[in-house]
């Protein structure tokens, strides 16, 4: 019996190759960076499925130049590169990776927290440049992190998941939109208080029409003038420009973004002349343990899909005839 072939448009650990190793005709894309367009479309011509990154748009073009396709299998939780709507027109299951991501991605938010609020950045530029001469009383002073409000904007799995990391460090948890577990001591409140009262704010909503430039001029001057952003979500759900004034007028005091727009920032982009901006290449699930699980998940649902079956976890249930939650709310 042939084998379906199966696109993979970046290299990913092995815990997920494999698997699909074991059934399938496996075509990877080595590149270090993503297959341009023109080749992506000319790659999934043969495929029946096609395991896919966040950086490929998988749109009306893509489903037309794949006309075997039985399942599109996101390697993210994110599903914002790909017409979903479309894909369930066409009748393919997408699926992605939630779950296994939540907590390796709130570490990173609150890795960002804490290097924003203790100059951890500045302080290591500072030793490396030769410019620490001796202990200094005012030397590079930051923000506590205890006893300070943290704003969580969406509490879903990973805004939950940054939650129990603020009370861990007795903070005081602020959050808009989605629910708090059961346990945890969380009061909801609307966006603009949230952005008011807030020290730090952590963005943790999925990028759809209605995040799109959810912090714009308008909230960042609701934030306090100390207050520092967090964004370990998706760029667009902040207004760069209106960032970028925000943060050199002085209307707040810093931001530190796992995530940009557009990715990656172009080196010329102003937000990297600022010395109130710390921003890293999107980083939120990378650790080996993580991406390993992301990988397994994301082989699983496309090894479902080229059998006919459910998706494990599956964005547009639609395409079953029902209309259960798609299994991303973060
Ligand atoms: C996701 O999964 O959506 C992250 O942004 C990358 O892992």
């Known amino acids: 019996m042939t084998k379906p072939t199966v696109y993979v448009t970046r290299r990913i650990p092995d815990e997920g190759l494999d698997l699909l190793r074991e059934t399938c005709e496996v075509r990877v894309w080595e590149g270090s960076l993503p297959p341009a ?10 495929a029946a499925g096609v395991l896919t990154m966040l950086s490929d748009r998988v749109d009306a073009a893509f489903f037309d130049a794949a006309p075997t396709l039985q399942v599109v299998s996101n390697y993210a939780v994110g599903f914002d590169n ?21 907590g390796t991605t709130a570490d990173l938010a609150f890795a960002l927290l804490m290097a924003a609020a203790r100059r951890i950045v500045e302080g290591a530029q500072y030793v490396q440049s030769g410019a620490w001469k001796t202990w200094g009383p005012m030397t590079l002073l930051g923000q506590d992190v205890h006893g300070a409000t943290l704003g969580i904007v969406g509490m879903g799995r990973i ?3 940054m ?9 005081r948890v602020l959050y808009s939109g989605g629910q708090p577990d059961e346990q945890m001591e969380a009061e909801q409140v609307e966006l603009d208080d949230l952005l008011r009262q807030s020290d730090f704010v952590s963005l ?9 430039g959810l912090i714009g001029a308008r909230e960042l001057a609701l934030m306090k003038p100390t207050a520092i952003l967090i964004n370990t979500a998706r760029g667009p759900i902040v207004d760069s420009a209106a960032l970028h004034d925000a943060l050199a007028n002085g209307t707040i005091a810093y931001a530190a973004l796992d995530v ?5 920032i172009p080196p010329d982009d102003p937000l990297l002349a600022l010395d109130n901006c710390l921003i890293i290449p999107h980083l939120g699930s990378a650790s080996h343990a993580t991406r390993g699980k992301m990988a397994r998940m994301a082989a699983e ?8 079956e459910r998706l494990p976890t599956c964005v547009n249930p639609g395409v079953y005839g029902d209309q259960a939650r798609a299994a991303c709310d973060d």
């Open 301 to 308: 649902n496309l090894l479902a899909g080229l059998r006919g």
């Open 37 to 46: 367009r023109e080749v992506l479309l000319r790659e999934v011509a043969d």
């Open 204 to 212: 943790h909503v999925p990028l759809t029409p209605k995040t799109r």
């Open 163 to 171: 939650a129990r990391r603020g009370r861990g460090f007795d903070m």
């Open 82 to 102: 790909i017409d979903v709507p479309e894909a369930t027109r066409r009748g393919i299951p997408v699926g992605n990776t939630p779950g296994v991501l939540t």
């Open 260 to 264: 940009t727009d557009p990715e990656p």
């Open 159 to 161: 805004g939950q998941a």
